[in-house]
């Protein structure tokens, strides 16, 4: 299974961005897909997850400025991003777990600038 996350950049806070993660070498709808960020110095944190019914999760701290996705047809999940603020900015994963296992995508750096 291989995850490769696109979308990141550089965006003024209140912007918005969508990441992509596009799965190869596995049946993607059987795949429950999660995105977590990474900033310097902390822990990786969850950001959303997306069931293989479509079902979302999203903790607290993520509720309301970010939306999780899939299409499977297009064996993509995205994660919308509004309002942006500083504290955001991370490098984004996204994750696949499923029947081959949990797999992790390369990464894709959004930084927000105030």
């Known amino acids: 299974v291989q995850l490769q996350a696109s979308g990141g950049g550089l965006v003024q806070a209140g912007g918005s961005l969508r990441l992509s993660c596009v799965a190869s070498?596995?049946?993607?709808?059987?795949?429950?897909m999660t995105w977590y960020r990474q900033s310097p110095g902390k822990e990786r944190e969850l950001v959303a997850v997306i069931g293989t019914n479509g079902l979302t999760h999203y903790p607290d701290s993520m509720k309301g400025r970010f939306t999780i996705s899939r299409d499977n047809a297009r064996d993509t999940a995205y994660l919308q991003m509004n309002s942006l603020k500083p504290e955001d900015t991370a490098v984004y994963f996204c994750?696949?777990?499923?029947?081959?296992?949990?797999?992790w995508g390369q990464g894709t750096q959004v930084t927000v600038s105030s």
């Open positions: 070498g596995t049946i993607f709808s059987s795949e429950i």
């Open positions: 994750n696949s777990n499923g029947r081959r296992g949990i797999h």
